[in-house]
């Protein structure tokens, strides 16, 4: 039967006519194992990942092992891009068995939810085996199989629990996180770690602020140097601009190629800041480029941002993306072939398989002479066209919320950046005027789309497609990453019905998803009930439900003057504070919001009749410190607490500035503004 027909997530519907009698999450399916008393198989992925499609190809379109699992399983797919709660647990009971995770996942699970075997991809022989074992496990070993779920349930129960241990996340404790990144920083290659290596996107942030901070040139290098790698690498996409999920190597030369939503709207902050606080060329280029990448690529018009490209086309990794000398030559003709050739470290040997090359930039070519750098766009654009004629990706067109608020927030933090160092004496300049103005149209559809469509009775919903909000309920990092967006919004726009749907989104976590101790679970308190309810401090590919919230609150409570959510982000950073020091790669967005509230964080109010032109906007833009908020507009402009009576000084524009609700007297000059935010 065709269950999966009618599902929101591409992923699920790539499986709808597979021969596996699949289900949806659902109470029926549970019901249905429990009614011919059989175990439940629970296979999580996600539409962009290569070894989920694998899987499939190999064992979920094969008749025999679909017919072996219809007459021993209920078989439930699970899109955990969808349902990140169900991943969650079921990801921390595969950990706990396995000492790994990873996706494709695979839960073996009685008729009540609870795992007894876990693991992640199978080869068919393995998975048809497993199958075998399992069902012949359930019918003559049953108390042995409940006694393992029982211990697995157990040990679930203690990775999620909360009430631990807290700190106060003070200077000391950041200082200390620094240095521990500084110490893991792996200077030849930048970045963290072996291979596979991932951007370090979140560490690389709360360096900034670090650095911004406190003056740690170190902090400032490691994110110089790593952001310049990877955009140098294979990882970055020379010709489009949009990051991979990760590197398979340790020097970021060949890419897992599916491309992430929330990668690319971190690393858009990242280049975003990165520019504001150094100017650095390449940083200006990669922020512009994945801006345009966001808008032309992943925008669905009048909707928000799809969820990812997917790794494989036609079932190959990178033959969209991958060239060969031979093939530039073609492309360009013999000289432009051998200068790209050359440019991009296209080799006859290959960088990737078959003697192929991901593209690399072996050449400075922001700070080229005009002629280089216009001959190397000329090339980029040539190849590009030449690449569109290829087989392309496909794209899960899905939109989360969480990851279109971290979009949002993210393109609103540069078109502030870009109005700053907006000059008509940029060659490119318009090029970049065109991707601000494309950038703000996706921005702004988004976030009216999350407003419009993804809140239902005041109530978050975590997907939409095609316009149609999706079952599922939103979880905490909805919540934190959409009102974060909306403060944004607030601040990019001055329109007060952003800030006041942060604060009803803010008011609806701190009611129901609230823990003992000042902390977070990442579902509500009326959330479907799961073997156990999930509450992850920690930030890996995104920010955890709780960093998120932070985030959020201390944005909302900068903006507003409202003292309880500063104080509810304090208790909650307090809790992430313990693993801030021993683990900072695993707390980077924690430590993100931290240095925000050891700044202040500054609310910076510019009273003008010109917020698009005043020198004081564009100054207080450029330097505001670590975390701060920044409104400009006419006194008194409705919805805009910072706003609120405030006047002009003897008719002209004036900027007030307040630290963590102190505030000095109003200035009217730049120079007296930038000494104030010095």
């Known amino acids: 039967m065709n269950r999966l027909v009618d599902a929101t997530s591409p992923y699920l519907l790539q499986h709808a006519d597979n021969p596996v009698d699949w289900w949806p999450w659902s109470d029926e399916a549970f019901a249905e194992a429990k009614r011919r008393d059989v175990p439940v198989l629970i296979s999580v992925g996600y539409a962009a990942c290569h070894w989920c499609h694998v899987m499939a190809h190999e064992s979920f379109e094969n008749e025999q092992v679909g017919a072996l699992m219809n007459d021993n399983f209920v078989s439930i797919k699970v899109d955990r891009e969808e349902r990140p709660d169900v991943d ?22 009685t008729p009540d939810g609870t795992p007894f075997f876990c693991g992640t991809y199978f080869p068919r022989p393995n998975f048809v085996q497993l199958l075998q074992s399992v069902a012949t496990a359930w019918r003559e070993q049953r108390e042995a199989v409940l006694g393992q779920g029982a211990a697995v349930v157990e040990a679930i129960g203690g990775a999620q629990a909360v009430g631990g241990p ?88 060949v890419p897992h190629f599916e491309k992430m939503l929330y990668d690319n709207a971190l690393l858009l902050r990242v280049y975003t800041q990165l520019w504001r606080l150094t100017g650095d060329p390449l940083a200006r280029r990669v922020a512009r480029d994945t801006a345009r990448f966001l808008a032309d690529e992943l925008h669905r018009p009048g909707q928000g941002f799809a969820s990812a490209l997917d790794a494989d086309t036609e079932g190959v990794e990178g033959l969209t993306y991958a060239w060969t000398p031979a093939q530039l030559v073609e492309a360009l003709g013999e000289e432009d072939g051998r200068f790209a050739a050359d440019l991009f470290t296209v080799t006859e040997e290959g960088t990737f398989e078959h003697g192929m090359s991901v593209l690399k930039l072996a050449r400075d070519v922001d700070d080229a002479a005009p002629e280089v750098r216009a001959r190397w766009q000329q090339v980029v654009g040539r190849l590009l066209a030449a690449r569109d004629t290829r087989p392309q990706p496909a794209l899960d067109d899905k939109v989360v919320a969480a990851w279109n608020g971290l979009a949002i927030t993210a393109i609103a933090e540069f078109q502030q950046v ?126 955890s439900g709780r960093s998120a919230l932070i985030a959020g609150l201390v944005a909302y409570s900068a903006l507003t003057g409202e003292t309880r959510y ?82 002009l000084v003897e008719g002209r524009s004036a900027a007030y500035v307040c630290r963590g609700f102190v505030c000095q007297r109003p200035v009217t000059s730049v120079e007296e503004l930038v000494a104030e935010l010095g």
């Open 418 to 543: 870009a109005a700053v160092y907006a000059s008509p004496k940029d060659e490119d300049a318009n090029l970049m005027d065109g991707v601000t103005i494309v950038a703000d149209g996706a921005m702004r559809q988004a976030a009216e789309h999350l407003a419009t469509v993804h809140l239902v009775d005041g109530r978050l919903r975590r997907v939409s497609r095609d316009g149609k909000v999706g079952e599922p309920a939103g979880v905490l990092e909805d919540y934190g990453c959409v009102a974060e967006a909306f403060c944004a919004m607030h601040q990019l726009t001055g329109e007060g019905r952003w800030l006041t749907l942060a604060g009803e989104l803010l008011d609806t976590a701190l009611a129901h998803f609230a823990a003992p101790g000042g902390a977070f679970y990442d579902t509500a308190d009326d959330a479907e009930r799961l073997v156990a309810r999930p509450a992850d401090p920690t930030d890996n590919a995104t920010p």
């Open 566 to 647: 500063r104080e509810a982000a304090e208790a909650a950073l307090g809790t992430v504070a313990p693993i801030v020091g021993k683990h900072p790669r695993f707390t980077g967005y924690a430590a993100t919001v931290g240095e925000a509230l050891l700044s202040g964080p500054y609310e910076i109010a510019v009273v003008t009749d010109d917020p698009a032109g005043d020198p004081l906007v564009a100054a207080a833009r450029r330097h505001a410190p670590p975390g701060a908020v920044v409104v400009a507009g006419r006194p008194d402009q409705p919805g805009v607490p910072l706003l609120a009576d405030r006047p």
């Open 166 to 253: 807290t700190a106060p996340l003070d200077a000391p404790l950041l200082d200390a996180a620094a240095a521990k990144l500084a110490g893991e920083y792996d200077a030849t290659n930048g970045g963290f770690g072996g291979a596979p290596k991932f951007p370090p996107h979140m560490n690389l942030l709360f360096l900034l602020r670090h650095h911004q901070r406190t003056g740690d040139p170190g902090s400032l290098e490691i994110t110089r140097h790593t952001a310049e790698a990877m955009a140098r690498g294979g990882i970055y996409d020379q010709l489009a601009g949009g990051f991979a999920r990760y590197s398979v190597d340790a020097h970021w030369t």
């Open 88 to 109: 969650a647990i079921y990801m921390t009971a595969t950990q706990a068995m396995t000492g790994q995770g990873g996706w494709p996942m695979t839960v073996f699970a």
